[in-house]
C-alpha cells in the first residue's frame, strides 16, 4: 500500500514499469514465504471485457505433481472480485470449501489442495471496475498473469475481448511482460497475446485506451479517492495546515505594534520583577532568570546566600538559607525560594553545588510557575510554555495518527496517501510552535520599557553613581543584569570603584560588621553566582554574559 501511494506521485509511464518491479520483489518475497518452487507448464488466458465494466477471465494453467495449487490476481485497483471457480479440466468442480480466497495487500490469492499427478485447472473469475475514465478516452490496465504466480510458465496465450472490438481501440496495445518473447496482434474483438517462457514470479499485463463510449465508467468514489483524492489529501493537508498556522500566527502569535516611548527608562516598572523582566523578553523562563529570583529575594531579605569555599577534590558549594517569612510572595517566588533553600536544608554538610542541585523536573516546574504567573499578571495571553506545548502536542498527534495510516495493512491507497499528508501537516505545528506564545498590549509596552532599561544598565558608569548609594544600586539592578546576560560585566564595574559587598551574601566562617569591598570579594561572590546557576540547570556555556 505504501509503495503504491509514493509511486502515485510519479508520471504513469514510470508508475508503470515501478509497479511491475515491486510486483516482482512482492512476489520474491511472498514466494520465500511459502510460494512452491516448480518446473514450467503452460496456461491459456480468455477475459472479456463488457461494457458494464466488468472483467470475465477464464485461465487454463497445468500444476505440477504434489504442488499445492495457488492463482494469484493483481487486484490494480479493481473494486470486488466474484464467481470465483476452480475446476479440473475434466470439468469437474473442486469442492467450494478446499477453495481459498486470502486478500494479501494488493493481491488476491486462490489456492487450492495438491494432487499426486501433474493436473490442468480451470481458474475464473470476475473483476468489477477493472477500467477508468480519462478526459479522452478509457483506460484498461489488466495483469492477466500475476507478479505473484509460483509457477513458471514455458507458454501463455492470452486472448482479450472488449466491447466494439478493434474499433474501439485506439492507439496501439502496450503488453508488460517479463518473458523471453512476446508478440502482440488486434483481432476481431480485441487483443491476442503469445508470451514465450515466462518466470515465475513475473507478471503479463496489457493496457488499453478505449472509446470513450465504449465502457460504462461510473463515478468510483473508491477509485476516485486511490487516483486523484488520495494525491489532493497528500498535498492540501500539510496546505491547509500551513495555512490556518500562519493565519493563526498573525491573529494570535504576534505582538500587538506600539509606539515606542521616546524617553530612556531608568527603572523597572512597579512590581516588576527580574525573573518576569527575563521572561518577557525571551519568552522562555531561562536559569538565569531563576538565579535573578534568587538573587532578588535575597536583596528583600527573603534568603542569604553563604558561600561555601571547596576544599581540594571538592567544589564549593552555597548554602542558601531563609532570612525571613514568605507570606508576602507570589506564588512563583515563593516556590523558588522554598525550592533553593531545601535543596541546602541539610545544613553545611550539604551545600548547594554544581554536581547537586535542584532535578530539572524541579526546574522545569519552577519555570512554568514563572510562565503562569506572568500571564496572570496580563503580560501574556496565555503562558508561553502551555502555549507552546498545545501547538507541539497537535503536531505530535498528527504526526502520529499519519505514520500509523501510512503503516496501516490492507490496499486502501488513498489511506496512506492521507497518512502521508497528516503526517507532513504535523510538521509546521512543530516548526511554529516557538512563535505561537503571544503578549499582550501591555505584555508589549513592558517589553519595550525592559529594552530600554537593559540598555541603560549596559551603559550605566558605575563611577558616576554617587559614592553612598553604589551598594544600592547595584543590589537593584543585579538581578535585572543576571536576567539580561549582563551579570560578570555589572558585578566587574562595581567592582572596580569598591562598591560594598552585599550584605545577604557572606563567606562560611566569615563574619563582618561592615560589608567589605567588592573588589576583595569579587571572586567567590562570583563563584556563589556561577554554583547557583549550575545548580539551576545552566551549562557553562549559556554563562551570565558580560
Not at 35 to 49: F, H, K, M, N, Q
Not at 88 to 117: C, H, K, M, Y
Not at 217 to 225: A, I, L, V
Not at 409 to 431: E, H, N, S, T
Request: glycine share 10%; with cysteine.
Amino acid at each position: 500500500m505504501a509503495y503504491r501511494s509514493i509511486l502515485g506521485l510519479c508520471s504513469r509511464r514510470v508508475r508503470q514499469y515501478l509497479g511491475g518491479l515491486l510486483g516482482v520483489f512482492w512476489a520474491l518475497a511472498y514466494a520465500a514465504a511459502g510460494g512452491d518452487a516448480t518446473p514450467s507448464a503452460t496456461a491459456t488466458v480468455a477475459a472479456v471485457l463488457d461494457a458494464g465494466n466488468s472483467l470475465a477471465v477464464t485461465a487454463t494453467v497445468e500444476v505440477p505433481g504434489r504442488a499445492t495449487g495457488r492463482y494469484v490476481i493483481h487486484r490494480l485497483g479493481e473494486e470486488s472480485i466474484r464467481d470465483v471457480a476452480v475446476r479440473s479440466v475434466a470439468g469437474i468442480a473442486l469442492d467450494p470449501g478446499t477453495v481459498t480466497v486470502q486478500r494479501r495487500s494488493r493481491f488476491w490469492v486462490l489456492g487450492w489442495p495438491a494432487q499426486e499427478t501433474d493436473s490442468t485447472y480451470e481458474v475464473s473469475y470476475a473483476l468489477a471496475g477493472v477500467a477508468f475514465r480519462r478526459p479522452d478516452a478509457v483506460v484498461l490496465m489488466c495483469d492477466l498473469v500475476s507478479a505473484g504466480q509460483a509457477y513458471a510458465f514455458s507458454r501463455v496465450d492470452v486472448r482479450l475481448a472488449v466491447p466494439g472490438g478493434s474499433a474501439a481501440i485506439r492507439g496501439v496495445p502496450v503488453v508488460r511482460t517479463g518473458a523471453r518473447s512476446v508478440a502482440t496482434q488486434v483481432s476481431l474483438d480485441g487483443v491476442r497475446v503469445a508470451a514465450a517462457d515466462l518466470p515465475a514470479q513475473s507478471y503479463l499485463r496489457i493496457e488499453l485506451y478505449l472509446d470513450g463510449n465504449a465502457v460504462v465508467c461510473p463515478f468510483s468514489p473508491r477509485r476516485f479517492m486511490d487516483q486523484t483524492g488520495g494525491l489532493l489529501l497528500l498535498w492540501l493537508l500539510p496546505a491547509l495546515a500551513l495555512s490556518a498556522l500562519l493565519a493563526l500566527y498573525w491573529g494570535r502569535g504576534r505582538d500587538p505594534r506600539i509606539r515606542p516611548e521616546g524617553e530612556a527608562v531608568t527603572l523597572p516598572s512597579p512590581g516588576m520583577t527580574p525573573e518576569i523582566a527575563g521572561t518577557l523578553i525571551d519568552e522562555y523562563t531561562e536559569p538565569r532568570d531563576l538565579l535573578a529570583a534568587v538573587v532578588d529575594l535575597a536583596r528583600c531579605g527573603a534568603l542569604r546566600l553563604v558561600h561555601v569555599p571547596g576544599h581540594g577534590s571538592e567544589s564549593a558549594g552555597v548554602r542558601v538559607e531563609l532570612a525571613g517569612a514568605l507570606d508576602g510572595l507570589s506564588p512563583s517566588r515563593r516556590a523558588i525560594a522554598e525550592a533553593v533553600s531545601s535543596a541546602s536544608a541539610a545544613g553545611s554538610a550539604a551545600p548547594v553545588t554544581p554536581e547537586a542541585g535542584l532535578s530539572r523536573a524541579g526546574v522545569r516546574a519552577l519555570a512554568e510557575a514563572v510562565q503562569r504567573e506572568a500571564a496572570e499578571s496580563g503580560f501574556f495571553r496565555r503562558s508561553p510554555g502551555a502555549e507552546r506545548r498545545l501547538y507541539r502536542g497537535a503536531g505530535l498527534l498528527l504526526l502520529g495518527v499519519g505514520a500509523g495510516l501510512s503503516l496501516l495493512p490492507g490496499d486502501v491507497v488513498w489511506v496512506a496517501r492521507a497518512g502521508y499528508g497528516l503526517f507532513l501537516a504535523g510538521l509546521p505545528f512543530l516548526l511554529l510552535a516557538p512563535l505561537m506564545p503571544q503578549r499582550t498590549l501591555r505584555g508589549a509596552r513592558e517589553k519595550a520599557r525592559l529594552f530600554s532599561y537593559q540598555a541603560h544598565l549596559g551603559a550605566l558608569d558605575a563611577a558616576s553613581v554617587d559614592p553612598e548609594q553604589r551598594q544600592a544600586v547595584f543590589e537593584e539592578g543585579l538581578g535585572y543584569a543576571i536576567a539580561f546576560r549582563l551579570r560578570k560585566e555589572w558585578i566587574n564595574r562595581f567592582s572596580a570603584v569598591g562598591a560594598p559587598t552585599p550584605r545577604w551574601w557572606q563567606v562560611a566562617g566569615q563574619e563582618w560588621a561592615t560589608p567589605p569591598s567588592l573588589e576583595t570579594t569579587r571572586e567567590p561572590f562570583i563563584q556563589t553566582l556561577s554554583v547557583l546557576s549550575s545548580a539551576l540547570g545552566e551549562s557553562p556555556l549559556q554563562g551570565g554574559g558580560g
